[in-house]
Nanobody, 124 residues
Framework: VQLQASGGGLVQAGDSLRLSCGISGRTFTSGFMAWFRQPSGKEREFVAALKWSGHTFYSDSVKGRFTISRDNAKKTVYLQMNSLKPDDTAVYYC???????????????????WGQGTQVTVSS
């Protein structure tokens, strides 16, 4: 399984970006897809997750601004980021795990598959 993240960039506060995570090598029909981020010098933190049943989960810091979604035909998961703030600056990673249970969805160490990071920089 390979995950390919893309869509990062340099934007101003208040702007929007959409990150994409393409999945190749396997079709997931269970578990979770997720986005994490890692600000410079800090630990990786949970951003959003999508259960294959369709339920979504968000960190408090992005709830109401970010939306995780998927396109099954394109085997792609998206993270639409609106009203971006300088605090959203980080390297963003997509992750997947077909056997993950609900209690682990916010724990990066429990995900088996990771894409490379994509840098998002929000200027004030």
């Amino acid at each position: 399984v390979q995950l390919q993240a893309s869509g990062g960039g340099l934007v101003q506060a208040g702007d929007s970006l959409r990150l994409s995570c393409g999945i190749s090598g396997r079709t997931f029909t269970s578990g979770f897809m997720a986005w994490f981020r890692q600000p410079s010098g800090k630990e990786r933190e949970f951003v959003a997750a999508l259960k294959w049943s369709g339920h979504t989960f968000y960190s408090d810091s992005v709830k109401g601004r970010f939306t995780i979604s998927r396109d099954n035909a394109k085997k792609t998961v998206y993270l639409q980021m609106n009203s971006l703030k300088p605090d959203d600056t980080a390297v963003y990673y997509c992750a997947a795990d077909p056997t993950l249970i609900h209690s682990s969805l916010r724990r990066p160490q429990d995900y088996d598959y990771w894409g490379q990071g994509t840098q998002v920089t929000v200027s004030s």
